[in-house]
C-alpha cells in the first residue's frame, strides 16, 4: 500500500472510531455525486452555470454569495466530476466531451482533454478519461499515462481506485471490467442492480434481489461474497470509512450492516420503500429517495433515525447536504437552504434562478482578501512589470501546483528528465502551496515560447527573489 493509501486507511479508521461513539461519519461518494479527494473544513458550494458561464461561490450558512469567482467562464456543464482539493482543482466535462479543470487559487479554466465519452476522478485526485474507442487515459498531477486495457463496453458507471485501478459496470447486463495501467483487462461476475463503492474504491456493493453482493478489490484472489437480507435489496451506500453499509429494501426499512461481518447494527424505519441512498460530505446525515414521488427523506446518521420529509425533485447534484446541516434542494426555479437542526426543516437563505444550474458542495472555502491579492492570478497580471519590479523578479512558467511538496519535487524531476529546467517555488507567506514551474526567463516572450513548446497547459508568473529548488 502507497503513504497515500495508506494514509487514507489511517483516516478512514479514526473517522470509525469516532462514528462507534455517536459522532458523525464520512459518506462515500456515488457513482451520481462529484468526488471529492480531500475534505478539510470550512465547506461551501460552487454554482456551475448550465449553459456555461462564471463560477461562483456560496457560504454554507444562509446561501449568501461569497466575493470569490472564477475569472474565466467555464463551457457548457455536462457534469461535474469532481473536486482534487490537494491541487485546488475541479474537473467538469461539457456536452461535446471537452473535460476542464477550473484551479480554485488562480480562478483560471484551462481546457484538458477533448472527446472524452466517460470519466471519473479518483480518491487521490488521479484523473480517468475513455474516448470513443475505450481507450483510458489517466492523468496524475498532470502527467497522462494510457492504459493498456480498454473498455470493451459502454460503462454506466466508472469507479477509479487509490492504486490505480478503474472499475467499469456496463449500461446494460451484469457483470464489472477491472482495467489498470500495465495489466490486461479483467471481468468479475457480478449481478445487475445499483452499486456503491467505498471512498477509497476497495470495495464495491450491488443490490440484489437476494441481499447484498460485494467484491474486494484488493484480494488476491478476488471473487464475490453476499450479504442476504430479509427483503430485496434496492439501494446500497457505504459510511465513509466503509465499515458500515446501509441498505434499502423493498419494503419501509433502511438496514444498517457491519461491512465486514454483514451483522445487522442498526435499522431505520421509513416512510416508505426507497429507491435511492446519498451522504453528505461528512456523513452526519442520508438523504434517502422514495420510489414513488418527488421528495426526500432526511435520515440522521449520528442516531440513524429517520427526522422528516421534504418535498422536491432529484438531481445528479441535487438535493445534497452542506455541512453541517443545511440541506439545499430546487424549489421551484429557486435553490433554497433548509436547517436540519430545527423542526420542519426552516429556510435559511434561498437562490432565486439557479435551478438550471449545477451545484457541487466542496470542503473549501474562498481565500480572505489579502491572499487573494496574492494569488496566481494577480502575480499572472503583474508579470508584464516585471522590470518595474527590480533586479531580481524573475519570469517562470508554472505547470503545476501541490500541498504536498513530495508530489511537486516528483513532478519537477519528471519534467527535468525529459531535458526541461523545472524546479518548485516553495510557499509564500501565508500560503502552503508549491509550485511546479519552468524557467527563470529573462523576457515575457522567452517564457511564452517555452509555453508553447512544453505541451502542458502552463501561465506565466512573477516571482521576486526566488529560491526555486
Known amino acids: 500500500m502507497n503513504r497515500r493509501a495508506l494514509a487514507g486507511a489511517g483516516l478512514a479508521l479514526l473517522t470509525g472510531l469516532l462514528a462507534a461513539c455517536g459522532r458523525g461519519q464520512r459518506a462515500a461518494p456515488r457513482h451520481d455525486r462529484p468526488a471529492v479527494t480531500r475534505r478539510p473544513a470550512p465547506t461551501s458550494l460552487l454554482r456551475f452555470a448550465h449553459g456555461g458561464g462564471v463560477v461562483r461561490s456560496y457560504g454554507a450558512d444562509g446561501l449568501a454569495p461569497d466575493d470569490w469567482h472564477s475569472a474565466d467562464k467555464l463551457p457548457a456543464v455536462r457534469r461535474v466530476l469532481g473536486a482534487d482539493l490537494d491541487q485546488r482543482l475541479v474537473y467538469t466535462i461539457d456536452p461535446k466531451g471537452t473535460v476542464s479543470a477550473l484551479d480554485l487559487e488562480t480562478r483560471r479554466v484551462r481546457q484538458v482533454e477533448k472527446g472524452v465519452v466517460h470519466a471519473a476522478l479518483g480518491p487521490d485526485g488521479a484523473l480517468y478519461m475513455a474516448d470513443t474507442a475505450g481507450v483510458v487515459t489517466q492523468l496524475a498531477r498532470r502527467v497522462p499515462l494510457r492504459f493498456r486495457s480498454t473498455l470493451t463496453a459502454a460503462p454506466r458507471t466508472l469507479y477509479a481506485t487509490a492504486s490505480g485501478t478503474l472499475l467499469a459496470l456496463p449500461e446494460h447486463g451484469a457483470g464489472m471490467q477491472v482495467l489498470s495501467a500495465e495489466q490486461p483487462v479483467g471481468s468479475v461476475r457480478l449481478p445487475a442492480g445499483p452499486t456503491a463503492a467505498t471512498f477509497w474504491g476497495d470495495l464495491v456493493a450491488v443490490a440484489a434481489d437476494s441481499g447484498v453482493v460485494l467484491y474486494d478489490v484488493n484480494r488476491k484472489h478476488p471473487g464475490p461474497r453476499a450479504i442476504p437480507v430479509r427483503g430485496h435489496a434496492r439501494a446500497v451506500l457505504f459510511s465513509p470509512s466503509a465499515h458500515r453499509l446501509y441498505v434499502a429494501e423493498d419494503d419501509d426499512r433502511l438496514l444498517v450492516l457491519d461491512r465486514f461481518t454483514g451483522e ?206
Do not use: C
Not at 445487522?264 to 453528505?280: C, F, N, Q, S, W
Not at 426552516?346 to 473549501?364: K, N, Q, T
Open 264 to 469: 445487522r447494527i442498526d435499522e431505520v424505519k421509513l416512510p416508505g420503500p426507497a429507491a435511492g441512498l446519498r451522504g453528505d460530505l461528512y456523513g452526519g446525515w442520508l438523504l434517502v429517495r422514495p420510489r414513488d414521488g418527488d421528495s426526500t427523506w432526511v435520515v440522521d446518521a449520528t442516531t440513524d433515525r429517520y427526522v422528516g420529509a421534504v418535498a422536491t425533485r432529484w438531481g445528479g447534484d441535487l438535493p445534497a447536504v452542506v455541512p453541517p446541516a443545511t440541506l439545499v434542494i430546487r424549489h421551484g426555479d429557486d435553490i433554497a437552504g433548509l436547517d436540519l437542526t430545527r423542526p420542519g426543516f426552516p429556510e435559511l437563505g434561498r437562490v432565486a434562478g439557479g435551478s438550471d444550474d449545477v451545484w457541487m458542495p466542496i470542503g473549501w472555502s474562498p481565500a480572505p482578501p489579502p491572499e487573494a491579492e496574492t494569488s496566481d492570478s494577480a502575480r499572472a497580471a503583474e508579470a508584464d512589470s516585471a522590470a518595474a519590479e527590480g533586479p531580481h523578479a524573475q519570469l517562470y512558467l508554472q505547470v503545476s501546483s501541490s500541498r504536498n511538496p513530495s508530489w511537486a519535487k516528483e513532478l519537477a524531476e519528471k519534467i527535468q528528465g525529459a531535458g526541461l529546467p523545472a524546479s518548485v517555488l516553495p510557499p509564500n507567506a501565508g500560503d502552503d502551496v508549491y509550485r511546479v514551474v519552468l524557467g527563470p526567463y529573462t523576457t515575457r516572450e522567452a517564457a511564452e515560447d517555452a509555453g508553447k513548446k512544453v505541451g502542458m497547459p502552463s501561465f506565466i508568473i512573477t516571482v521576486a527573489d526566488s529560491t526555486a529548488r
